[in-house]
Structure formats: structure tokens, C-alpha cells
């Protein structure tokens, strides 16, 4: 059983910044990624920003320079500080990970800003 909790979500205003949490409660050994998607109604679930073990990392291009993903692979949590955030960034954002060829997702937190 894979477990994915996250935390952080909230409303602020244009320009400020949030950070999200997410932690994964399973056993997970070898490769894997973890990351965050985000999904406003009506539309698809869109990646934000991805992090492997190795530390390669992946990000949206509408994130790059204001979003930065981290982890901690010996806890298994992952976390995105958003800068300078957007209205454009309201979204519901979901933690992923990506582990043995399957995705495994979280409840999903909302980010909500204000212009």
C-alpha cells in the first residue's frame, strides 16, 4: 500500500510565496520520481515540476524560474517552493509517485491566488 500525504495548499495573493509537502507511507526501493501535478476544472491534470532519485529534474515551462522541486529519498517526501506566484497557478495540485511502472497519487491540496 502506497500512501501519499500533502500539505501546504492555501490562498494568497499574487506575488506571494507557498510551499507544498508531500510524503510518501510505503516501502519504495530502487528508482523512482516524485512530483506534483495541477488540475483546474475542466481540464486535464498537468505536470508541474518532477524530481528522480537521482535528482534529475523536470518542470513546466510556465514554473521554470519561480517554482523549485526538492526531496529528501530518505524519508520519502518531496516538496515544491512556489515563488512569485501567478492567479494562472490556482489549481488543485496533486503529489505523484512513480515507482515499479505505476503512478500513485495524492488526495490533492488547492492553491488558490489572488490577483
Known amino acids: 500500500q502506497v500512501q501519499l500525504v500533502e500539505s501546504g495548499g492555501g490562498l494568497v495573493q499574487a506575488g506571494e510565496s507557498l510551499r507544498l509537502s508531500c510524503a510518501a507511507h510505503a516501502s519504495i526501493f530502487g528508482l523512482n520520481a516524485m512530483g506534483w501535478y495541477r488540475q483546474t476544472p475542466g481540464k486535464l491534470r498537468d505536470l508541474v515540476a518532477i524530481i528522480t532519485t537521482t535528482g534529475s529534474t523536470n518542470y513546466s515551462d510556465s514554473v521554470k524560474g519561480r517554482f523549485t522541486i526538492s526531496r529528501d529519498s530518505a524519508k520519502n517526501t518531496v516538496s515544491l517552493q512556489m515563488n512569485s506566484l501567478k492567479p494562472d497557478d490556482t489549481a488543485v495540485y496533486y503529489c505523484?509517485?512513480?515507482?515499479?511502472?505505476?503512478?500513485?497519487w495524492g488526495q490533492g491540496t488547492q492553491v488558490t491566488v489572488s490577483s
Open positions: 505523484i509517485l512513480r515507482y515499479s511502472y505505476a503512478d500513485y
